[in-house]
């Protein structure tokens, strides 16, 4: 495979992983936001939000072993340990279009409506309300008392 095909193929994963939705709960690392800084160098694109503090990547961490016999004062053994444990990314076109693939499956939620489980898993008879509460919560809507919640634990709904 040449390297245009694979440059190509990153190209379109980098603009699927550009439509990609935010996530609604914030964690310390994206998805989205790291995929993108993975898939932009190998589709030749620059990658934004260069500024001093933020932490290095991957790549800044294998040149830093690379360049330096024994970085931060390391062992030579614990260094060579090190070097086999990064992961050495070989990427195809047909893998980057598999991934492609996959991140357009779950946007679309393929899977979501092929195994449609139905009312009963979302809202079960011991207590109907439980996933509706749960959302709320995580979206924002209502904010859960200690009464509210003492309710809940007593009489379970």
Do not use: C
């Not at 072993?65 to 970085?71: A, C, F, K, L, V």
């Amino acid at each position: 495979m040449s390297s245009t095909a694979v440059r190509e193929a990153a190209v379109q994963l980098v603009k699927t992983l550009q439509k990609f939705p935010q996530e609604r709960i914030k964690h310390l690392v994206s998805f989205r936001d790291s995929q993108l800084e993975r898939f932009k160098p190998i589709a030749g694109l620059e990658t934004t939000g260069t500024d001093s503090t933020k932490k290095p990547t991957l790549s800044d961490i294998k040149d830093i072993i690379n360049r330096t016999s024994g970085p931060l004062g390391l062992q030579k053994d614990l260094l060579k340990k090190v070097q086999e444990a990064l992961p050495q990314e070989q990427f195809t076109a047909q893998t980057i279009e598999e991934q492609n693939k996959s991140l357009n499956n779950i946007m679309s939620n393929k899977y979501k409506t092929y195994y449609d489980v139905g009312n009963k898993l979302y809202e079960p008879q011991g207590n109907p309300l439980y996933y509706k509460r749960l959302l709320d919560e995580i979206e924002g809507k209502t904010k859960e008392t200690f009464f509210t919640a003492l309710r809940t634990v007593v009489f379970g709904k």
